[in-house]
């Protein structure tokens, strides 16, 4: 029994921590560690250098690329009111845009208006008016440019102008065309068609020249000599316009066919 069971006397130096089954769980000594570690130990070579391990990056998040915007879009930054400045921004610069347009328009016409003046008046310009075709023996007689020599103001009432007395011109043709038809329907009214051919003849240049060319000149020159004959003469024209609506018969403006017996 005392061979199988035998402790160590109390004067024995035993190291309770060299114990075989506590030795081979121990760490290995190949790792510097601090518990077998022995700086006055110069038996063994230097420990092994430390390696630090550092922690992972973390990911970078992908960025999406700003959305282009024209210079008129308005941007969206989140918020009614910001979004209510940049409308009415924009407004603003299309406003101002076509003021800008307007005033180079304006500027246009008026290089052209100092070109034309710089000719002087006695300076002969090339008449465009009635426009005639080249191969027509008579030229044309008088300049007219509306765009170029009547101020931006009054533009529009001398195209107004212009447009009636081509209405009135075209009122004249259509009449004398009526005379003609009925003429060949009923040759007793050459009278009719007669007076529809001079009518027609002598109002379409004289209405030009004695109230729509001094209306014109008026409003290019400001001259109230020419206002004054365009109103006298205009008003004449008025009333000969009422006698043709009533239609005197024999006057070339009313047609009634000859009654058999």
């Excluded at 114990?19 to 038996?43: C, E, I, K, M, R």
């Excluded at 024209?70 to 003021?99: C, F, H, M």
Aim: hydrophobic share 35%; glycine share 4%.
């Amino acid at each position: 029994m005392s061979k199988y069971t035998s402790f160590p006397e109390p004067t024995d130096d035993h190291n309770p921590f060299q114990d075989p089954a506590v030795t081979q769980h121990s760490s290995n000594t190949g790792y510097a560690t601090l518990d077998l570690y022995n700086p006055f130990d110069n038996t063994t070579g230097s420990p092994p250098p430390y390696e630090a391990s550092c922690p992972p990056a973390p990911p970078i998040p992908a960025q999406t690329p700003p959305s282009r915007t024209t210079p008129t879009e308005p941007r969206n930054y989140g918020s009614y009111n910001s979004q209510t400045a940049v409308n009415v921004t924009s407004a603003e610069l299309v406003k101002k845009q076509e003021e800008l347009e307007k005033k180079a328009q304006e500027l246009e016409r008026r290089e052209r208006e100092l070109e034309s003046h710089s000719l002087g008046p006695g300076a002969s310009r090339q008449n465009n008016w009635p426009p005639l075709p080249s191969f027509c023996p008579v030229g044309p007689c008088f300049y007219q440019d509306i765009n170029v020599e009547i101020s931006q103001r009054f533009q529009r009432t001398v195209y107004i102008i212009y447009y009636f007395w081509m209405f009135c011109t075209c009122t004249l043709i259509f009449n004398l065309i009526s005379s003609l038809a009925m003429f060949c329907v009923d040759p007793s009214g050459g009278v009719g068609l007669g007076l529809a051919i001079l009518w027609a003849l002598l109002f379409t240049p004289c209405s030009f020249v004695c109230w729509y060319r001094p209306v014109y000149k008026a409003f290019r020159s400001d001259s109230s000599f020419n206002f004054f004959a365009f109103f006298f003469i205009f008003f004449a024209q008025v009333i000969i316009f009422v006698i043709m609506t009533i239609g005197i018969p024999g006057w070339g403006f009313r047609y009634e066919p000859v009654r058999e017996d």
